[in-house]
């Protein structure tokens, strides 16, 4: 009379790997309940043709979250952009600085997009860097 078996569910599959394009404010789903969004991007960089004492930043400002769980935030730039989020499971995700855009002029718009790559873990080569 009893059919119920105890067996355990499959373990969920692993996040989503290859390049992928995003602008503030949009999500991907990675896997089922796991949804990397861009938050935002900063760009303060100096424009050309523009005299500047500060080089600037550009930034892009990411969030990873498993279902309702608490965001995971990191940043990728230019100068650092590789990150191991924890949720990722091993997985880089790694910012593609050839698709950067050029900084804006003054007064125009920025493009607020990121194009980054997810990379499965290299077991045989570990980085030591996030």
């Not at 100096?46 to 990411?62: E, M």
């Not at 965001?71 to 997985?91: N, V």
Request: charged fraction near 15%; glycine fraction near 8%; include cysteine.
């Amino acid at each position: 009379m009893l059919a119920a078996c105890a067996t355990t569910p499959p373990p969920p599959p692993p996040p989503a790997v290859g390049t992928f394009t995003l602008t503030t404010g949009a999500k991907l789903a990675l896997a089922p309940d796991l949804v990397l969004q861009l938050d935002g991007v900063e760009d303060s960089r100096c424009p050309p043709g523009v005299q500047c004492i500060w080089a600037g930043k550009l930034g892009y400002r990411f969030s990873i979250r498993q279902a309702q769980g608490a965001p995971d935030s990191f940043e990728l730039t230019p100068t650092e952009p590789a990150a191991k989020p924890a949720l990722l499971g091993g997985r880089r995700i790694v910012l593609d600085t050839a698709a950067l855009p050029a900084p804006a002029l003054p007064g125009a718009s920025t493009d607020q997009r990121a194009t980054f790559t997810i990379a499965a873990p290299d077991s045989s080569n570990p980085d030591p860097h996030p």
